[in-house]
């Protein structure tokens, strides 16, 4: 859900078996598409000023969703990240800083499929994403499917990526994190370690994970 409470960004499996992504308006009740089935997305996550939509996106996802199981077969499931400009005339999140941001969100939400910006990050296996204050974003990259099952493998492999748009670089910031979300201002993470346990910890470039009793 968008910071002021009207969109709500949401996942749709369709004909294809990829997951489409749609905007829904709580004001109008109407439906706005994102994207059109021909890619995978996954994990739709708002920035925290509401004028960006981030996600992950795959144009080669095994058929698995099916019946069909390709997770043994080494076949990797490989997305890149993406951000749409939720305004018409709104700033790309690769775009160099200077402008005076101004106050508000007006989301253009017809015009949407043309407002996708890739981010600079190396395609790998994500399944969460999470946005802080400071604008950053942070991304769980799993262990590809179907590498071999051996110690140290699995969920145990995956780490939490933090994107920092200020440097245009991505750098791992915890080992063993499975999933990551922020509270409603963006200054603390909820990690989910490979073990079960849930952490807390200020987003930030490093992080000093607590456990929550």
């Known amino acids: 859900m968008s910071p002021k409470g009207r969109w ?7 004909e294809t078996n990829n997951a489409s992504l749609s905007l829904y308006d709580l004001e109008t009740r109407q439906s706005y598409p994102v994207s059109r089935g021909f890619a995978d997305i996954g994990s739709p996550v708002f920035s925290k000023d509401g004028k960006l939509l981030f996600f992950s996106a795959s144009t080669n996802a095994g058929s698995f969703y099916a019946g069909l199981d390709m997770t043994t077969q080494d076949r990797p499931y490989r997305a890149g ?5 939720l305004e018409a005339d709104g700033k790309s999140p690769k775009a160099e800083e ?31 994403l999470a946005t802080a204050k400071d604008g950053s974003l942070f991304a769980v990259e799993n262990e590809q499917p179907g590498v071999a099952v051996g110690p140290g493998s699995g969920p145990a492999r995956a ?10 670089k991505a750098d791992k910031v915890a080992d063993g ?7 409603a201002d963006g200054d603390k993470l909820l990690l989910a370690t490979h073990d079960g346990n849930l952490v807390t910890s200020a987003a930030g470039k490093k992080l000093q ?3 929550v009793n």
């Open 8 to 14: 709500i960004a949401y996942t749709t499996r369709g």
């Open 81 to 85: 990240l993406y951000a749409a400009v």
């Open 98 to 128: 200077g402008d005076k941001p101004k106050k508000g969100v007006t989301v253009d939400a017809a015009g949407l499929e043309q407002q996708i910006v890739s981010l600079p990050m190396a395609e790998a296996f994500y399944t969460s």
């Open 159 to 168: 780490r939490l990526m933090r994107f920092d748009f200020k440097e245009r």
């Open 177 to 183: 994190i499975v999933s990551v979300s922020t509270d």
């Open 209 to 211: 994970p607590k456990p």
